[in-house]
T-cell receptor
Framework: ETGVTQTPRHLVMGMTNKKSLKCEQHLGHNAMYWYKQSAKKPLELMFVYNFKEQTENNSVPSRFSPECPNSSHLFLHLHTLQPEDSALYLC??????????????FGSGTRLTVV | QKEVEQDPGPLSVPEGAIVSLNCTYSNSAFQYFMWYRQYSRKGPELLMYTYSSGNKEDGRFTAQVDKSSKYISLFIRDSQPSDSATYLCAMSGNYGQNFVFGPGTRLSVLP
């Protein structure tokens, strides 16, 4: 399988639940990203990993916890979320030094609904 | 003022029309510009990339950058129903890093 794969595609969770989103890329990229996409708002960068090391955390609440065990896999652990966290969560990857030429490759996202 | 602004639409045009999608920005340091297309229930996919000012053409698509006006455009010629999607602009001042996205313009091309 090629590209960036995200699972699950849809997730409904209660505010007290704990769940994880998974992202996998088979492109040989060494940078991976989590973005949040809400209706009519720009993509919000949440976390950046370069060579498995977290290089950016855009003031994301601690109820979101990323994990990058290797350069091909990225997780977003969720706990005690709020209804306003409902959104499309997108994973992306890039060859860090070449994102300016080739951009990011995005997955199809996980549609998260917090009830 | 938002860093990147984009008319949210929706924009509806008949098949075959020329479409103009636009973004304005405030940061004069931006010099890498991209356009992404996002179909419903899919992630964004890179459509066009330009560096600094000028035009770039790829088939029916032309990307234009006017840094003096802090304005970028994407033109679609002979638009097709398959072009119906949300179009996102993105820009960066650092090569490959910290791209800032616009909110997207939803385009519908009617057969």
């Amino acid at each position: 399988e090629t590209g960036v794969t995200q699972t699950p595609r849809h997730l409904v969770m209660g505010m007290t639940n704990k769940k994880s989103l998974k992202c996998e890329q088979h492109l040989g990229h060494n940078a991976m990203y989590w973005y949040k996409q809400s209706a009519k708002k720009p993509l919000e960068l949440m976390f950046v990993y370069n060579f498995k090391e977290q290089t950016e955390n855009n003031s994301v609440p601690s109820r979101f916890s990323p994990e990058c065990p290797n350069s091909s896999h990225l997780f977003l652990h969720l706990h005690t979320l709020q209804p306003e966290d409902s959104a499309l969560y997108l994973c992306a990857s890039s060859q860090e030094s070449r994102a300016g030429d080739y951009g990011y490759t995005f997955g199809s996202g996980t549609r998260l609904t917090v009830v | 003022q938002k860093e990147v602004e984009q008319d949210p639409g929706p924009l509806s045009v008949p098949e075959g029309a020329i479409v103009s999608l636009n973004c304005t920005y405030s940061n004069s340091a931006f010099q890498y510009f991209m356009w992404y297309r996002q179909y419903s229930r899919k992630g964004p996919e890179l459509l066009m990339y330009t560096y600094s000012s000028g035009n770039k053409e790829d088939g029916r698509f032309t990307a234009q950058v006017d840094k003096s006006s802090k304005y970028i455009s994407l033109f679609i010629r002979d638009s097709q129903p398959s072009d119906s999607a949300t179009y996102l602009c993105a820009m960066s001042g650092n090569y490959g890093q910290n791209f800032v996205f616009g909110p997207g313009t939803r385009l519908s091309v009617l057969p």
